[in-house]
């Protein structure tokens, strides 16, 4: 199995039908676990609105924030290709607006790319980036920025005319110049459909089996939350319950007068 080490791994990956795995990652402690344990690609999701703070949405992730959990995620896998999210209205106002925001996160966090959400209204912004070397990773289904839009965190694309405009999108995000395309919450055979049609590699989260690539969220994957058990969602771990184990053994040890023992106080 190969490593994926830059960008034109993401071609070679799909042209010789080796799956990339990607994770989203946010701190530090977690990007040297996952570049330790050979994911190929990090994503800094705005689902750091979520996950950890706590937010409903994304909608309140600010460029700060992204830049911050970046970097530091970038400093614990120097050597993992890294994407960062482009947050809510960074990069809706104008191309000029755009262009300094996403020359912030490029310059401040060392990311090999940004991913945007959206798909033919956002042609402009994806041509400016790539021209200004900045690599794009598209986003298409479930777009969380746009759930007021969309009316809730549901499977895009199951009717024909939504289907249709996923697939003009994903064509017309390839052409205007996008190296990857994120797949959320779709059908799995408009999936492997747009998959199969696309030069470029898809990257799937509840998008079923056929797409070049799999993301999940790392708190999912670890299972931080028992309450969050979505259908696409397999749990690698349950961290829930191994953390809550030992802070109540901790709590109850402290409390007993039993930590510290003797082997951890200095003499
Ligand atoms: O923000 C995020 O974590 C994402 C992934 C779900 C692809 O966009």
Same mark, same amino acid.
């Given at each position: 199995?190969?490593?994926?080490?830059?960008?034109?791994?993401?071609?070679?990956?799909?042209?010789?039908?080796? %799956?990339? @795995?990607?994770?989203?990652?946010?701190? $530090?402690?977690?990007?040297?676990?996952? /570049?330790?344990?050979?994911?190929?690609? =990090?994503?800094?999701?705005?689902?750091?609105?979520?996950?950890?703070?706590?937010?409903?949405?994304?909608?309140?992730?600010?460029?700060?924030?992204?830049?911050?959990?970046?970097?530091?995620?970038?400093?614990?896998?120097?050597?993992?290709?890294?994407?960062?999210?482009?947050?809510?209205?960074?990069?809706?106002?104008?191309?000029?607006?755009?262009?300094?925001?996403?020359?912030?996160?490029?310059?401040?966090?060392?990311?090999?790319?940004?991913?945007?959400?959206?798909?033919?209204?956002?042609?402009?912004?994806?041509?400016?980036?790539?021209?200004?070397?900045?690599?794009?990773?598209?986003?298409?289904?479930?777009? %969380?920025? @746009?759930?007021?839009?969309?009316?809730? $965190?549901?499977?895009?694309?199951?009717? /024909?005319?939504?289907?249709?405009?996923? =697939?003009?999108?994903?064509?017309?995000?390839?052409?205007?110049?996008?190296?990857?395309?994120?797949?959320?919450?779709?059908?799995?055979?408009?999936?492997?459909?747009?998959?199969?049609?696309?030069?470029?590699?898809?990257?799937?989260?509840?998008?079923?089996?056929?797409?070049?690539?799999?993301?999940?969220?790392?708190?999912?994957?670890?299972?931080?939350?028992?309450?969050?058990?979505?259908?696409?969602?397999?749990?690698?771990?349950?961290?829930?319950?191994?953390?809550?184990?030992?802070?109540?053994?901790?709590?109850?040890?402290?409390?007993?007068?039993?930590?510290?023992?003797?082997?951890?106080?200095?003499?």
């Amino acid at each position: 199995m190969q490593r994926l080490k830059n960008i034109n791994d993401f071609q070679k990956f799909k042209n010789e039908k080796q %799956p990339i @795995s990607m994770i989203t990652c946010y701190d $530090f402690a977690f990007a040297r676990l996952a /570049e330790q344990a050979g994911i190929d690609c =990090l994503l800094v999701g705005d689902s750091l609105g979520n996950v950890v703070a706590g937010y409903g949405t994304t909608i309140p992730v600010t460029l700060d924030q992204m830049i911050y959990h970046a970097e530091i995620v970038r400093r614990g896998a120097p050597n993992t290709f890294l994407v960062c999210d482009l947050p809510f209205m960074s990069y809706h106002v104008s191309i000029e607006d755009t262009m300094r925001n996403c020359g912030r996160v490029m310059k401040e966090t060392g990311s090999n790319a940004l991913k945007l959400e959206g798909g033919r209204d956002f042609r402009n912004v994806v041509e400016a980036l790539v021209k200004a070397s900045i690599p794009v990773m598209g986003h298409l289904g479930l777009t %969380p920025q @746009s759930v007021h839009k969309l009316g809730g $965190f549901t499977v895009q694309g199951r009717d /024909e005319d939504k289907r249709r405009i996923m =697939l003009e999108d994903a064509k017309m995000l390839e052409d205007a110049g996008a190296f990857s395309l994120v797949l959320e919450m779709v059908p799995e055979a408009l999936a492997r459909e747009i998959s199969e049609s696309l030069t470029i590699p898809t990257i799937g989260i509840g998008a079923g089996r056929y797409t070049d690539g799999q993301v999940l969220v790392i708190n999912d994957l670890l299972g931080t939350d028992e309450r969050y058990n979505p259908k696409y969602l397999k749990k690698y771990a349950n961290l829930a319950k191994i953390v809550k184990d030992a802070i109540t053994r901790y709590d109850a040890e402290v409390k007993e007068g039993k930590f510290p023992g003797e082997e951890n106080t200095f003499k």
